[in-house]
């Protein structure tokens, strides 16, 4: 599977922006899709994920603030972030969770960057 994320722009604090990850195949039987995020100088870390029945988890740092969506059909994950901070600008890379659909690997997408201004 390919991933590849999109909706990353410039925003100022307190604005919105929905982050789109597409998958090149079927996300259904994916147990786990998430998203991280890296700011300059920091290791990657996860903001949020959701299940294959779509349930949602959150870091404490979004939630609130950060909704995680899945539309199987369209083989999209969403992360709808409202009130953004200026911490949140990092560059943000969807995720599967590896399994055995993917050869028990974790797949990445090539990341779009959030740009949170004041």
Same mark, same amino acid.
């Given at each position: ?7 990353? !722009?410039l925003?100022q #604090? ?7 990850c597409?998958?090149?195949?079927? *996300? %259904?039987r994916?147990s786990? +899709?998430?998203?991280?995020r ?5 290791t ?10 779509s349930n949602? %988890?959150?870091v404490d740092?979004?939630?609130g603030?950060f909704? *995680?969506?899945?539309?199987n059909a369209?083989n999209?994950? $969403?992360?709808? +972030?409202?009130n953004l901070?200026?911490?949140?600008? #990092?560059?943000? $890379?969807c995720?599967?969770l590896k ?7 974790d797949?990445w !997408?090539?990341?779009?960057?959030v740009?949170v201004?004041s």
């Amino acid at each position: 599977v390919q991933l590849q994320a999109s909706g990353g !722009g410039l925003v100022q #604090a307190g604005g919105s922006l929905r982050l789109s990850c597409s998958a090149s195949e079927s *996300i %259904f039987r994916f147990s786990y +899709m998430r998203w991280f995020r890296q700011a300059p100088g920091k290791t990657r870390e996860l903001v949020a994920g959701i299940s294959s029945s779509s349930n949602p %988890f959150y870091v404490d740092s979004v939630k609130g603030r950060f909704t *995680i969506s899945r539309d199987n059909a369209k083989n999209t994950v $969403y992360l709808q +972030m409202n009130n953004l901070k200026l911490e949140d600008t #990092a560059v943000y $890379y969807c995720n599967v969770l590896k399994s055995r659909f993917t050869g028990g690997k974790d797949v990445w !997408g090539q990341g779009t960057l959030v740009t949170v201004s004041s």
